[in-house]
């Protein structure tokens, strides 16, 4: 069974730090005392006992500590977990317990770029920042070793994991990819980490791609494709905007009643507009003194 935090209760510390810091003035007035008013077989037991008092109030007076906004003390006695005082201030407890701080703050820290394989087989590099904090004092501190290596370690992991699973880009439209979803995949990211360090008592806040870039080994041969690809989705869009004025052209003309076209002469009519409208420069008119039929 995992380790849950225990709110532990403790003393006021002011109120012991008062009482404490009264008791050696006394123990020094009953020496002063007893030199003074006392016989000397009386004065050595009065000595000895001021001087108990005195090493008693020092050996209690450990068990005063202070907790800071957003910090934890986790008390050990002889090994044990005792609990865990969260609220801030002065506080005394057994001087007997071992006192171990543990800060509740929010972090955040940027991974290595790590150098992977996407979905594709393709070699990229990665990074991502995460941002946690500590939600359980006494998981974060017996569950694991070093609970702050543990979520550095982890998420790298996690990172390692969620870039294999996708890729780097998506050449369908229903393809979640590492640069075009950039949102679910930080999402994705945030799930697997916190599934990895939920047993070390930390909460995941925000996981995000920090870097992302191909490798530089194939990095200008897969520029070279973004381009390729970007121009063929551009001249799909300009073709099929195209057709679409075209059809609208033919259907103007015929209800309109503003010429009759044979089959053929919409073919010619077709092919010229398609021209004009799906060339990359500038077309130059051409006046037909003839017809198509001679």
């Known amino acids: 069974m995992p380790l849950k935090e225990i709110d532990r209760s403790t003393t006021s510390g ?12 006394l123990a020094i007035w009953m020496v002063v005392y007893s030199a003074r008013n006392l016989p000397p077989q009386e004065r050595g037991l009065v000595i000895a006992s001021a001087a108990f008092v005195i090493v008693l109030d020092i050996f209690l007076a450990r068990g005063l500590f202070t907790v800071a906004p957003n910090q934890a003390q ?3 006695l002889v090994g044990r977990y005792s609990g865990s005082v969260r609220k801030a201030g002065l506080h005394w407890a057994n001087p007997f317990f071992t006192k171990h701080k543990v800060s509740l703050r929010v972090r955040n820290f940027e991974t290595a770029r790590l150098k992977v394989n996407d979905h594709d087989a393709n070699p990229i590099e990665i990074a991502a920042v995460v941002v946690w904090k500590v939600v359980d004092s006494a998981e974060a501190l017996f569950e694991v070793d070093n609970y702050e290596n543990y979520v550095h370690v982890q998420s790298e992991a996690a990172l390692r994991n969620l870039a294999t699973g996708y890729p780097y880009d998506a050449h369908l439209e229903d393809t979640i990819s590492l640069r075009g979803n950039t949102d679910v995949v930080a999402g994705q990211l945030k799930r697997e980490i916190e599934d990895r360090v939920s047993k070390a008592g930390v909460d995941v806040l925000e996981a995000r791609i920090s870097h992302l870039a191909y490798a530089p080994e194939i990095a200008t041969a897969m520029l070279q494709r973004q381009q390729a690809s970007a121009i063929i989705a551009a001249r799909q869009k300009i073709v099929e905007g195209a057709v679409g004025m075209v059809e609208m052209a033919l259907d103007l003309l015929s209800v309109k009643g503003v010429i009759i076209l044979d089959e053929e002469r919409k073919a010619q009519m077709v092919s010229n507009l398609l021209v004009v409208l799906c060339g990359e420069r500038s077309t130059q008119p051409v006046i037909n003194t003839g017809t198509i039929y001679q």
Request: net charge neutral.
């Open 74 to 76: 986790v008390l050990q």
């Open 14 to 25: 002011l109120a012991a730090a008062i009482v404490l810091s009264v008791v050696p003035p």
